[in-house]
């Protein structure tokens, strides 16, 4: 006889978890630089935003006027021979990679705002590129030595980090240098405090990390662990590695970071778009999802810029992030939970509430542990307490109060734990109060009424 064959078929369901999106409308994008040509890879510092510009032919560096960021045209800062390109400003000094000397080599140079003078900060043999500024301490990616190395400018000329290995894409913030760094066979990020000379691993593992940006105590970088580009980041003081956009199966690159806010070119939709995180709150919010494509954002403080093609050709658009606003709560105080409520008598209801407005607030109550809540009252003024007489005639403990926005769309909250609503023993007919129980009080009023006659219509009813 043949033993049937039994076919098991096994289905292997996948979840895909993507980072929370603040449903907050992206902020007004406008225009920074919009004119023939290419403007791209742009830089800012305060109002001064500055970029490279090929509506010459060759590349040149402009800024805007930092009294208008809406002016379209810009303002060149260097037309020389051979490509002026990749620039970076802090403050009012800018500084650029610059080909007029060698189109072979490059070199680097600064400029101070707002009209000058120009200096040369290293025109040393081999290929000095990539600059980043923070303050007076520019940094750079240098071939001088037959492979790519950091080096720094602070005043005078010195040595970042020359291991044989390659390093480049170096930024900087106060006296913190970080890099992307090959020397374990991958590419990792490490970083230097130029003031005490100490060189530390940020993130070292069999994934390739590049484009590290630094801004405070904070590191961003993109990250392909995931099997494509994610945005990480790690706090330098408490060493704790941050998630701050993973979205499987797109990419995420070229962050930028400012304080609490990081930034990143996003292809998440059908083009690359700019979308943000702030760190305090954990959230991920776009910044410009308009057709065409956005690139190479960079920001400071509030301020975003970036490379953008909704025009057909590269401009410079920018954007004010808005403070984030603060959730609107209300938070039941009484009763929250144990109390023993009399049915018939009065109590106070407390609550406190943030970000409310003119709001009005709406009161409920449960018997049954909020299974169902009964009004009352609808419409209150959001006044923080509110006497609640006569209690109802119900006996339960199983009792929760409810406070919302008047149209329970913005903010509730019940009590923490049920609280007790009692109806007293018909047989404690001593309680002359009501105050269900029977003490020195009702003993008072029997003999305030001893000997009083009780009959209004014979005074001689009582001898």
């Known amino acids: 006889m043949t033993t049937p064959k039994v076919r098991v078929t096994f289905i292997v369901l996948t979840f895909i978890i993507y980072p929370s999106i603040s449903k907050a409308a992206e902020p007004n994008s406008f225009p920074v630089c919009k004119w023939a040509g290419e403007q791209s890879y742009p ?16 590349y040149d560096i402009y800024r805007n006027n930092p009294a208008d960021v809406n002016d379209v045209n810009g303002i060149w800062i260097c037309q020389q021979t051979g490509d002026q390109k990749l620039p970076a400003v802090s403050g ?20 101070s705002l707002p009209s000058g003078p120009e200096a040369g900060v290293c025109t040393y043999t081999g290929k000095q590129e990539v600059p980043a500024i923070s303050g007076g301490i520019i940094v750079w990616r240098d071939s001088r030595n037959g492979n790519n190395d950091i080096f720094g400018y602070n005043g005078s000329e010195f040595e970042i980090c020359t291991d044989t290995a390659s390093q480049s894409n170096s930024a900087i913030s106060g006296n913190m240098v970080v ?5 374990n066979g991958g590419m990792d990020i490490y970083r230097k405090n130029i003031s005490t000379g100490q060189e530390f691993e940020v ?10 940006a630094i801004s405070g105590n904070v590191v961003v970088w993109q990250d392909d662990r995931n099997g494509d580009n994610d945005i990480y980041g790690k706090n330098l003081t ?4 941050m998630e701050i956009c ?12 400012s304080g609490d806010i990081v930034v990143w070119e996003d292809q998440r939709g059908s083009n690359s778009d700019i979308y943000g995180y702030r760190i305090s709150t954990q959230t991920v919010f776009p910044i410009c999802t308009l057709p065409g494509d956005q690139k190479n ?5 509030s301020f975003v810029v970036w490379e953008d093609y909704r025009n057909g050709n590269a401009d410079i658009y920018g954007a004010y992030i808005p403070e984030p606003v603060a959730p609107s709560t209300i938070t039941v105080l009484d009763p929250n939970g144990g109390e023993m409520l009399l049915s018939g008598s009065q109590y106070t209801i407390r609550w406190e509430s943030s970000e409310l407005g003119s709001s009005n607030v709406k009161l409920e109550y449960s018997t049954d542990n909020g299974a169902g809540y ?3 009252d609808a419409n209150l003024p959001n006044s923080g307490s509110y006497l609640w007489r006569p209690l109802p005639v119900v006996d339960s403990n199983q009792c929760l109060i409810k406070i919302s926005d008047k149209d329970g769309t913005i903010a509730s909250d019940t009590s923490n734990h049920v609280f007790t609503i009692f109806e007293c023993d018909e047989s404690l007919t001593a309680d002359l109060n009501g105050d269900c129980k029977v003490d020195l009080t009702d003993f008072a009023l029997f003999c305030g009424q001893w000997l009083t006659c009780g009959n209004p219509r014979d005074p001689n009813w009582c001898p």
């Open 179 to 183: 890099w992307q760094d090959s020397r």
């Open 238 to 241: 408490t060493g704790q590695e």
């Open 92 to 111: 009012s000094t800018v500084v650029w990679q610059d080909a007029r000397i060698s189109t072979i080599n490059t070199d680097i140079f600064r400029y």
């Open 246 to 257: 993973k979205y499987a199966g797109k990419e995420q690159i070229n962050p930028a970071i």
């Open 297 to 301: 954002p960079a920001i400071d403080g």
């Open 43 to 58: 830089a800012v510092s305060g109002n001064y935003v500055v970029w490279q510009d090929k509506r010459s032919g060759a």
């Open 203 to 212: 993130c070292v593992s069999s994934s390739w990390k590049q484009n590290a």
């Open 374 to 376: 009964l009004p009352i």
